[in-house]
Every structure is written in C-alpha cells, then in structure tokens.
C-alpha cells in the first residue's frame, strides 16, 4: 500500500525543524477569551490584535450582536438546508437587500462563505470554451474557482495592466472572456491599478469580477472598495465580498447588475449544494452592512492609524510591502521563515499578536508579518503597537 501522505512528508519535514527550535507553532494559537476587537487573552496574556480582518470593529457593535441574539431566539440556531431548499428565510433576504443597497446594485447573492462566493462564480460563468484572466497574485479560493471550473486560464504579472492587455489580445476575440481582480491584494496590502484595468479588459470585450474582500466597508466614499475609489464601479459586472472581514461575522456574496444573474441561484452548485448560513449570521451581517453605509468616521480613523503605522514602522527600519500605506494591511517582510517565527514569537511574548504569513500563500516566497489595522485600534494603541515592534525587532536582530 502507498501511504497517500507521503506527499506531505517535505512539509512535515519542514515543520518540524522549526518547531525543534522551542519556537511557539505560530499556526495553533488559541484565543483564550476575546474581550474587544483589538484585544484577546493569549497564553494568558493580554494581546493586541493587529492580525484580524476587523477592519471596522463591527464583531463587538451592539445593534449588531443585538439583532443576532434576536435572531437566534425568533429563527432557531440553523437553516439545516440550501438556498434553494428550505434554508432561504427573511433574513437572507433582508441581508440581500442591505448588500443591494450598500453597492446600489440590482442584485444580490449570499453565499455560505467568501470562498465559495469565488468558487462559484467563477467555475460557473466561465465554462468551456471561455478564458479566465486573472493576476498572478490572486486569492486561493480565485485559483480554486477556476481549477473547478472548464474554462481555459490565463494568468498575468501582478498588477500589470500591460501584461493584462497583452494577453487579453492573444485570445480569440470571440471567446467568452473574465478577468478576475481584487482591489486589495491581502499579503501585501497593495491596490490594484482598477481603472485602466478595467479599461483595458472592456476594450478588449471581457467582463470583470472584482473581490473587494478587504475594501469593503473601508476604502470609498461609500465604503464599496477600490473600484468605487478609483471612479469604475460602473463599469465592474460582478464584485465579490465576504462578511468575514468588516463586515464582522462569516459568509459571502457577489453583486451585479447582469439582468441574467438570478438564473446563477439554479446553477451555481457552490451555492445549491451547501446548507445556508444561520438566521443569526445573517441578522448580524445586514445590520452590520447597514451601520458600514454610515460608517465615514470610522474610515477616516482607520485611515490615520494605517498612515501613522506605516510611516512609524518605516522609521523604525522594518522593510514593509508598499511605499506608502495603501489599505489597512501593513506587510512586515521578513528575511527567512525562522527569524520571521522568531520575530512573530517575539511580538506575542510583548502582547501583540500579527499574522505569520509564508509561502504558499505569499508572493514571491517572502515571509511576512502581516499587520491589519481596525478602526477601533486607538491612536495610543498604535503607538503602543510601535513600541513593541522596537522592542522585538531588536531583540531579534531585525532592525538595529
Ligand atoms: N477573497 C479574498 C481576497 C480573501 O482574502 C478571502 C479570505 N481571506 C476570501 C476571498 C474568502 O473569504 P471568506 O473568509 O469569506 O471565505
């Protein structure tokens, strides 16, 4: 018999000559009690969070645990069924509404997580025969999206709107073309050049699908993402989101205004072959996206804490992932995964806790101390924030 884990035995491998060294497993921290969006108890210890997708500190909103806990009492704890069964209650469809409203889109649809929403959409409007022209650096659950689906795929140097046109006019101009793109690239926390991207993918007769996963609720005048920011969401045919960063609670979706959409309710399997998410869930994300239509404030906020982050780590010496702050992720590179470990391990003995990001899922095999800023961070906390960065990267070697 072949083991069929054989092929994890590199990882394995790998693995364990990092723990060997008495660092901590960076993937196996617990959250001991969670008492505010940016602090948790961690190995006993109080901890600032500054590796979460809570953006805009919604997890802890009153109006929003409120209507979940209502939820809850009125709907019962699950669906115990798909979308298309019996698992569509009013709440799903008054979360619809809110994401209709929020985008000012005419339709809507909720998946049971971002993932799937990617998984789903894409493997089912690209289909045989079709091209799928996504970044280089795009999110797993886009790569898993086009591995599922039939179509042929075609991917570009990050962020390159000439690479971009450049295959798009290598493909047979009357093929069945989707470029996929994100407004925020989550490892590095860099935008994406949407506008001429967008230009150039209408020019050549492609639709786009845009993941704002890490805009929403943040970057635009409405909090609708970079393509909002950048004056193009006109022009984006299907934007892809989750509820699992600002939004504070867990599920996905993609708006549109394709009058054909609501025919993908019949053929999306990622959305009929799941149970749907719980009437709780649901409750909490429409009010959570209702309070995000108001939320300027809150952006401005998170705004000055990436700005005096960034600007405070560069000083500090840290190499971070863009020149200047572009969304509220703040990569810290690291030379090599053991001083990034290190470094990690470091920053939680000081109560701080960041993402250890490594590859697969980082460009170009780079180690990274990923930072995500939240509106509810205040100004003292990020100073605090910078205090220990110093103190660890010192301690470590990092910085001098
Ligand atoms: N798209 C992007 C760009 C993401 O970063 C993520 C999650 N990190 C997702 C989609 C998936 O979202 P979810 O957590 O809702 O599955």
Redesign the pocket.
């Known amino acids: 018999m072949t083991d069929l884990f054989s092929k994890f035995d590199p990882l394995i491998q790998q693995r364990e000559t990092l723990l060997a060294t008495g660092v901590t497993d960076p993937y196996n921290l617990v959250m001991e009690k969670v008492i505010s969006p940016t602090v948790a108890i961690c190995n006993g210890r109080e901890t600032i969070l500054l590796g979460t ?1 809570n953006y805009m500190g919604m997890t802890f909103d009153e109006d929003v645990i409120a209507a979940g806990k209502d939820a809850l009492d009125k709907f019962g704890s699950g669906t115990t069924g798909s979308r298309v069964l019996n698992g569509t209650y009013q709440g799903h469809k008054e979360c619809e509404e809110a994401l209709k409203e929020f985008y000012a889109m005419d339709h809507a649809m909720v998946f049971s ?6 998984l789903g959409i894409i493997s089912t409007i690209a289909g045989k025969g079709d091209y799928v022209i996504l970044d280089i650096d795009s ?1 797993a ?2 790569y898993d999206g086009c591995a599922m689906g039939n179509a042929e795929i075609v991917a570009f140097r990050h962020n390159d709107v000439e690479a971009l046109e450049k295959r798009l006019k290598r493909l047979p101009p009357e093929a069945g073309k989707l470029v996929v793109l ?1 407004g925020v690239y ?1 490892m590095l926390g860099d935008v994406a050049p949407l506008k001429e991207m967008i230009r150039v993918s209408k020019e050549n007769g492609a639709m786009v699908l845009v ?1 704002e ?2 805009s929403m609720g943040f970057i635009g005048e409405n909090g609708r993402g970079v393509a909002e920011a950048q004056g193009v969401i006109d022009d984006v045919d299907f934007i ?1 989101g ?4 600002s939004v504070g609670t ?3 979706f993609c708006v549109s205004n394709h009058p054909k959409f609501e025919i993908l309710r019949l053929v999306c399997r990622p959305y009929v072959f799941t149970a749907s998410l719980p009437p709780s869930v649901v409750a909490t994300a429409a009010t959570s996206i209702r309070k995000l239509m108001q939320g300027s404030n809150k952006r401005a906020h998170l705004w000055e804490n990436s700005k005096v982050l960034h600007k405070g780590l560069r000083d500090l010496g840290f190499t971070l992932g863009t020149d200047e702050p572009q969304s509220a992720i703040i990569a810290v590179i690291m030379p090599d995964l053991e001083q990034g470990a290190m470094m990690w391990e470091a920053l939680l003995e000081e109560g701080l806790y960041v993402n250890l990001a490594r590859p697969p899922a980082t460009p170009a095999n780079m180690t990274l101390l990923r930072c995500s800023l939240c509106a509810e961070h205040t100004i003292e906390q990020v100073s605090e924030i910078l205090g220990r960065f110093e103190r660890a990267g010192k301690r470590i070697g990092i910085i001098g």
């Open positions: 997708y997580t971002g993932y799937q929403a990617n999110h659950s886009i994100e989550s993941d996963a890490h892809i989750t509820f699992s960063k867990v599920g996905g």
